[in-house]
């Protein structure tokens, strides 16, 4: 089989430059990266965002997604080349089930107290909707305790909100149930419990690691994300 290309998804509160450590160490090894902005606005707006990027894709895919964004894998992998997923810190959905419905079955983390809302306007309605971001000030220590406080510090004033419809948006599909699937769990999160990561990964089948980690697993761990990426590449390359 052809090399695959990496797919690496961010989550909400994230950007795509999330992933810059994992992306330089992937490049070095030669292997092809794309890291497409995801809108944040609904679950089934961003998956068939996910789901153009991927069909411009000439060859096989392997999918990663953190936070967020494994809600948003879970969905557009069903793509018939994604042929593996890869859960860094991530929602592994059931379909039919929604962020909150997985959440709620566990005792909320710090993010729950920190979060701030704030109205945008939509076009086509005369209502606004709701973004949803962490306080600039509790966001070092919530999400990326681990990672430099100076880049802490940066990455606390230039969040990706996410909208706070897609918290309740049932996913359509779970693509787990057909791809081989691997995942990290933060055991040092405090903005999705890990036992949210865990439950899902287990539930799943998802072949599992736990790293000691803040949610920002990437930016912390990024030689280790980038060789789990690898084991994923190696599982479905001939």
Same mark, same amino acid.
């Given at each position: 089989?052809?090399?695959?290309?990496?797919?690496?998804?961010?989550?909400?509160?994230?950007?795509?430059?999330?992933?810059?450590?994992?992306?330089?160490?992937?490049?070095?090894?030669?292997? !092809?990266?794309?890291?497409?902005?995801?809108? &944040?606005?609904?679950?089934?707006?961003?998956? $068939?965002?996910?789901?153009?990027?991927? =069909?411009?894709?000439?060859?096989?895919?392997?999918?990663?997604?953190?936070?967020?964004?494994?809600?948003?894998?879970?969905?557009?992998?069903?793509?018939? &080349?994604?042929?593996?997923?890869?859960?860094?810190?991530?929602?592994?959905?059931?379909?039919?089930? *929604?962020? @909150?419905?997985?959440? @709620?079955?566990?005792?909320?983390?710090?993010?729950?107290?920190?979060?701030?809302?704030?109205?945008?306007? +939509?076009?086509?309605?005369?209502?606004?909707?709701?973004?949803? *971001?962490?306080? +600039?000030?509790?966001?070092?220590?919530?999400? $990326?305790?681990?990672?430099?406080?100076?880049?802490?510090?940066?990455?606390?004033? /230039?969040?990706?909100?996410?909208?706070?419809?897609?918290?309740?948006?049932?996913?359509? $599909?779970?693509?787990?149930?057909?791809?081989? =699937?691997? @995942?990290?769990? =933060? /055991?040092?999160?405090? !903005?999705? &419990?890990?036992?949210?990561?865990?439950?899902?990964?287990?539930?799943?089948?998802?072949?599992? !690691?736990?790293?000691? *980690?803040?949610?920002? +697993?990437?930016?912390?761990?990024?030689?280790?994300?980038?060789?789990?990426?690898? !084991?994923?590449?190696?599982?479905?390359?001939?």
């Amino acid at each position: 089989m052809t090399a695959p290309t990496v797919v690496l998804v961010h989550g909400a509160f994230a950007d795509a430059s999330s992933f810059a450590p994992v992306v330089a160490d992937l490049l070095d090894d030669g292997i !092809t990266v794309l890291v497409p902005p995801v809108p &944040n606005r609904s679950l089934s707006g961003d998956a $068939a965002y996910l789901s153009s990027v991927l =069909a411009s894709i000439d060859g096989p895919v392997v999918l990663a997604g953190h936070s967020y964004g494994g809600a948003v894998i879970t969905v557009a992998g069903v793509a018939d &080349n994604v042929k593996a997923l890869v859960y860094l810190a991530g929602y592994a959905l059931e379909e039919g089930e *929604s962020l @909150g419905e997985l959440q @709620g079955r566990f005792p909320d983390s710090d993010l729950a107290a920190a979060l701030r809302y704030t109205p945008y306007p +939509v076009d086509g309605s005369t209502e606004p909707g709701t973004d949803v *971001s962490v306080d +600039v000030a509790k966001f070092p220590a919530i999400f $990326a305790h681990d990672v430099d406080p100076d880049l802490a510090r940066v990455l606390a004033v /230039s969040q990706r909100p996410l909208a706070a419809a897609a918290f309740g948006e049932p996913a359509s $599909a779970a693509a787990w149930r057909t791809k081989p =699937a691997w @995942g990290v769990v =933060a /055991s040092s999160d405090h !903005t999705i &419990n890990p036992d949210v990561e865990r439950f899902g990964y287990q539930r799943a089948g998802i072949r599992t !690691t736990e790293i000691d *980690s803040s949610h920002l +697993v990437m930016l912390s761990h990024p030689r280790e994300v980038a060789d789990l990426i690898r !084991t994923a590449i190696a599982a479905v390359t001939d």
